[in-house]
């Protein structure tokens, strides 16, 4: 066993046991509140490139050089779509 074992590693392994909510593998989590979803067991491979042409924002970051501004292009794209439901955390 590593002396710092991977949180990330560890979730998708409690995941892939069928591990749901809030449920600790490793105790450098201690203390904190996780959220183990099912779907952390599912590894995905896409083609960078397909993705990108696809991203409706990315026209918008192509100026912005700090986070706040990248976050802020986001947000003000979210926010130009109809909304089909209001969103919400997610329960666990």
Same mark, same amino acid.
């Given at each position: ?7 990330? /590693?560890?979730? =998708? ?22 959220? =183990? /979803?099912?779907?952390?067991? +599912?590894?995905?491979?896409?083609? +960078? ?18 986070? /706040?501004?990248?976050?802020?292009? =986001? ?14 955390? =997610?329960?666990?």
């Amino acid at each position: 066993m590593p002396e710092r074992p991977s949180i990330v /590693n560890g979730s =998708i392994l409690s995941a892939t046991e069928g591990e749901f909510g809030d449920v600790h593998s490793t105790s450098r989590t201690r203390g904190s509140e996780l959220f =183990i /979803n099912p779907l952390m067991s +599912l590894y995905w491979g896409f083609d +960078l490139a397909k993705v990108a042409e696809r991203n409706l924002y990315l026209p918008r970051l192509r100026d912005k050089f700090s986070r /706040n501004e990248t976050s802020l292009a =986001i947000e003000e794209f979210h926010d130009s779509l109809p909304r089909h439901r209001e969103p919400r955390l =997610i329960p666990h």
